[in-house]
């Protein structure tokens, strides 16, 4: 069996109910696999066999209680422009294209998203596909892998998602009817209507109205549930509204600049939820604060224009002040490379090929290029010598003086990152680096902070749990599964 949940438009919950559905089907007793066949986004995850596929998608692997796959996302778009992105087939690399080149593309990656597919579907009871962006991008629909086109081509019903809380959401489902062809709408067999806030019994007419319109099944109202604010942001305009959303108080500032190109910034997820943390990720026009204990520089899927990015914001001035002051620094990935004194793309990985001048914090060069390093990494935190686990997913290597003292020594013995002499400015390439209960202690302690216990990955586990009761409380399940059996292929 399979199910496709597509939506009215991005962001409005489909990644979140994928992964409560697989809780609550694993739940049930069900292998459940999830797929989403074109994600794009630069938040990503590695897979144990060196690929790497959407965050989202790792999320609901662990909801399915099942090891990430390249074949759960096998075409990945990670923007490194505004109008251009590195595309990621089953886990690997296979070039760079605009947008509208990506158009003439997509028909040729159809072949790899149907055999992803066809590997789960043999391995599962049930397929929870995700689509990608609006079903209603009728623009979009001719080679389409994401949406319609994905569904017409496996005989996947769908399940159309609006979102209530951006309002609008009776035209949003309705206009999605109206502009579908006749064979698309068709494969929609029912909707439904996410994230409200209130007395749901208000909106039991708008539930008709949009049944009466449309001829689909309401398949449920689901509430806002603030136990997701525990599960890790799918896009980084998430991030920033998860932010905003928490109490502005802690023992420890840490800052954040918010750069265009932020990647992997799930690395964030554990110090948002520390309690005596006050993590500030900055939107463009906010100086950075006088007053933090830290600064990080996140990761970038496009180092030297985020770099660019961070001097036309004037965050490079407020760093300096704050390394003036006495204050920290930690670069990760990216950030690790803005950190040093230059960066070089040679091959014009990232634009013209050239030279930049990076920070001047770390006496550390980096070049870009080579094979893309891959690899979950485990080892010690030094000189504390503390358990650390996370990944690598980066080009390029960084040499210099404050490499002669690592950040961390890898399981093999190899040594990774540097410190500056007087230990105030480090960086990593690892990334979930504060997943770790230990490392993350070690690091706030580093601080000032003597943090309380507790298991991250506990909470995430616990969050999914609610979210599946949430929607089995909220949802026909049923239903869904009986739609999901009406399947055509």
């Known amino acids: 069996m399979a199910l496709m949940l ?55 692997a662990l909801a399915c209680r099942v090891a990430p796959s390249v074949h759960m996302n096998p075409v990945l778009l990670k923007p490194q422009s505004e109008t251009g992105s590195q595309i990621v087939v089953q886990g690997r690399v296979r070039g760079s294209a605009r947008a509208r080149e990506y158009q003439a593309l997509k028909p040729g990656l159809m072949p790899a998203v149907l055999e992803s597919f066809a590997r789960l579907r043999a391995e599962a009871d049930i397929v929870l596909v995700e689509g990608a962006g609006s079903a209603s991008e009728i623009n979009l629909r001719r080679g389409d892998i994401a949406n319609m086109g994905f569904a017409a081509a496996t005989g996947t019903r769908v399940v159309i998602v609006g979102d209530i809380d951006r309002g609008g959401v009776i035209a949003s489902l309705v206009g999605t009817h109206t502009v579908l062809d006749d064979a698309d709408r068709g494969r929609i067999a029912g909707f439904i209507v996410n994230r409200m806030r209130g007395d749901p019994s208000l909106f039991a007419d708008g ?22 604010r525990a599960l890790p942001a799918e896009d980084a305009a998430d991030l920033a509204s998860l932010a905003a959303a928490r109490p502005v108080s802690g023992q420890v500032r840490i800052a954040v600049p918010l750069l265009p190109m932020i990647a992997n910034f799930d690395d964030l997820d554990p110090l948002l939820a520390e309690p005596a943390v006050e993590c500030l ?48 620094v930690l670069g990760l990935c990216g950030g690790y ?28 060069d980096t070049v870009l290029g080579g094979d893309k390093r891959l690899e979950a ?54 990334h979930g680096l504060f997943a770790g209960d230990a490392a993350r202690g070690v ?23 609610a979210l599946a009761a949430h929607l089995e409380r909220h949802l026909d399940i049923d239903r869904l599964l009986a739609i999901a059996a009406e399947a055509g292929a």
């Open 6 to 60: 597509q939506g009215t438009g991005s962001s409005v919950g489909k990644s979140v109910l994928v992964a409560g559905l697989a809780r609550a089907l694993t739940l049930r007793g069900l292998r459940v696999r999830p797929f989403k066949p074109q994600n794009m986004s630069n938040n990503a995850a590695v897979t144990a066999d060196g690929g790497e596929i959407g965050r989202a998608q790792a999320l609901q």
């Open 207 to 228: 539930m008709a109205a949009i049944a009466a319109h449309t001829g689909w099944a309401p398949i449920g109202l689901v509430p806002h549930l603030d136990a997701l």
């Open 281 to 328: 990720l900055l939107r463009p026009g906010r100086p950075l604060p006088g007053d933090c204990d830290l600064v990080i520089l996140p990761g970038s899927k496009a180092t030297i224009a985020d770099l660019a990015s961070l001097r036309s914001e004037g965050w490079d001035i407020d760093l300096a002040a704050h390394r003036r002051r006495g204050g920290r």
């Open 337 to 364: 490379q803005m950190l040093g004194r230059t960066i070089a793309d040679p091959d014009g990985i990232e634009g013209p090929p050239g030279t930049v001048e990076g920070l001047g914090l770390l006496e550390i």
């Open 377 to 430: 990494i485990g080892g010690v935190l030094l000189p504390e010598r503390t358990p650390c686990s996370g990944y690598e997913m980066h080009l390029g290597q960084s040499a210099g003086a404050d490499r002669a003292r690592p950040f961390l020594r890898r399981a093999d013995g190899s040594e990774e990152g540097a410190v500056s002499a007087d230990g105030r400015v480090a960086g990593t390439y690892l």
């Open 443 to 465: 690091l706030l302690r580093r601080l000032g902070l003597d943090p309380a216990p507790r298991d991250h990955a506990a909470g995430v586990e616990a969050a999914l749990d």
